[in-house]
Nanobody, 127 residues
Framework: QEQLVESGGGLVQAGGSLRLSCAAS????????LGWFRQAPGREREFVAG????????YYADSVKGRFTISRDNAKNTVYLQMNSLKPEDTAVYYC????????????????????WGQGTQVTVSS
């Protein structure tokens, strides 16, 4: 059974950094596009960052561009989200997601296009 498990969340002060990891199991996700989304209380889930199967192509929401970096290690079946210069408005539950793209360079930004999701990890940024 396919499973995505996020880790690395926590409490950090504004201006600090966190690195989220998402480990996949149950199948090889090397041909999949991977993405990070977040959902804050009372708000809709939003796209944060996406990466193509090879890692050569990435895409970011404007709100995190220049501060967050998505990367992946296909040998470890893991995707990462390095978050720097964190702001209180980054506080949310962060989810990773995976979608088969058959080795295309496609980036997926819409949540409903991802069939596989992790359970989420809480990130809280204090002011």
């Amino acid at each position: 059974q396919e499973q995505l498990v996020e880790s690395g969340g926590g409490l950090v002060q504004a201006g600090g950094s966190l690195r989220l990891s998402c480990a996949a199991s149950g199948r090889t996700f090397s041909s999949y596009a991977l993405g990070w989304f977040r959902q804050a209380p009372g708000r809709e889930r939003e796209f944060v960052a996406g990466i193509s199967w090879s890692g050569a192509t990435t895409y970011y929401a404007d709100s995190v561009k220049g501060r967050f970096t998505i990367s992946r290690d296909n040998a470890k079946n893991t995707v990462y989200l390095q978050m720097n210069s964190l702001k209180p408005e980054d506080t949310a539950v962060y989810y990773c997601a995976a979608a088969e793209t058959y080795y295309s360079a496609r980036i997926i930004t819409l949540g409903y296009d991802y069939p596989y999701w992790g359970q989420g990890t809480q990130v809280t940024v204090s002011s």
